[in-house]
């Protein structure tokens, strides 16, 4: 397999290399004790750490919390609408597979959205494969792995004080076309390195993938009484939602008055009551376990039984950071097994 091997200065110089022309760089860097993927302004800033992932996935940089989708203003009666501004080029550098996965499933619900494939179409995802897992990782299960390389333009692999590298796209071989030439080529060793280091990590891992099959055991059971038991515990925060790099619901909302006005989108989550909430006041899904149920389904059934694959990307940020423990790896079991 053709790539190379650098040393952290070696990328560290690429990185820097990346600044010019206006692109925009989104990276791990520290603040305020957490490790968060956020524009950086150059190279010093990003965190160069094989462990541990982000708190937050990369979704915000590909589809924002909140966006402004056109502006518009009267004048007598001529309305003149505004447009948001063209979208910077992008790199977003050392996310994990599980979050470029991510990035993938977005693909499948939103690149019909205008805004949504022009920003990706700007955007070159470099992914750092895992060198360990969190407790609560589980790509393996949904068919992810640590070195997964989906969606991803590039992929480095931290490997013994190294990086082992190899370009994925063509998009990612223009991002590093005019450095690729000057570095030291990966040999035989190194790929088996790696692969021994990502056979490693996923034994450590220890979640065997669920079978294509649940999808519609999943469906079957919609009426089990296992989802009141399950949804009740649910405090319907949203969290789970907005940490998932999957998670695509989004309201959009009006702001105006006689002159002028916007129209915002903005996350959304099936979780929340307000989300189906008919405006003659009826709601198809009126207890929390019925929206619970929904957030379990629609990632390992309906998703899947349309698309082939999971939604779910197995990062495990929504079972860590539960405010009440809720673990949707045990819901899935729980109910497919019933």
């Avoid at 390195?193 to 919609?222: C, D, K, M, N, T």
């Avoid at 939602?241 to 099936?270: E, I, K, M, Q």
């Avoid at 149920?293 to 779910?312: D, I, S």
């Avoid at 950071?321 to 079991?333: F, H, M, T, W």
Wanted: aromatic content about 8%; overall charge negative.
């Amino acid at each position: 397999m053709d790539g190379w091997r650098l040393s952290d200065e070696q990328l560290r110089a690429w990185l820097a290399s990346l600044f010019a022309g206006g692109r925009r760089v989104v990276a791990p860097a520290e603040e305020d004790g957490l490790v968060l993927l956020r524009e950086v302004a150059s190279a010093a800033e990003i965190r160069l750490d094989p462990r541990g992932r982000t708190r937050w996935s990369a979704k915000e940089f590909l589809f924002p919390a909140t966006e402004t989708l056109f502006s518009y203003t009267f004048d007598g009666d001529d309305v003149a609408l505004e447009r948001p501004p063209e979208v910077p080029e992008q790199v977003i550098f050392g996310l994990r597979p599980c979050d470029a996965a991510g990035a993938a499933r977005l693909d499948d619900v939103l690149l019909v959205d205008e805004l949504y494939a022009r920003r990706r179409e700007r955007t070159t995802l470099v992914s750092i494969a895992c060198a360990d897992a969190d407790p609560a990782c589980f790509c393996t299960a949904v068919g992810g792995s640590p070195a997964g390389t989906e969606a991803s333009d590039l992929q480095f692999v931290p490997l013994d004080g190294a990086w082992v590298g190899c370009c994925l796209t063509e998009r990612g071989a223009a991002l590093v076309e005019g450095a690729a030439p000057l570095w030291p080529a990966a040999g035989e060793e190194d790929w088996a390195a790696v692969e021994e280091q990502r056979r490693a990590v996923e034994e450590s891992i220890g979640a065997e993938r669920l079978p294509a099959e649940w999808a519609g055991v999943l469906a079957e059971h919609f009426d089990g009484e296992l989802w009141t038991v399950l949804g009740e515990r649910c405090l319907r925060c949203g969290l789970c939602a907005y940490v998932c790099p999957s998670c695509s619901c989004f309201d959009v909302n009006d702001a105006g008055n006689a002159l002028c006005g916007t129209l915002c989108r903005s996350w959304d989550s099936c979780g929340f009551a307000q989300f189906t909430k008919q405006a003659a006041g009826h709601n198809p899904r009126p207890t929390q376990p019925a929206r619970y149920r929904q957030r379990v389904l629609h990632k390992f059934a309906w998703f899947p039984l349309e698309h082939g694959r999971f939604m779910c990307v197995g990062c495990g940020r929504c079972v860590e950071l539960c405010p009440v423990g809720l673990d949707i790896r045990q819901a899935v079991n729980k109910v497919a097994t019933a």
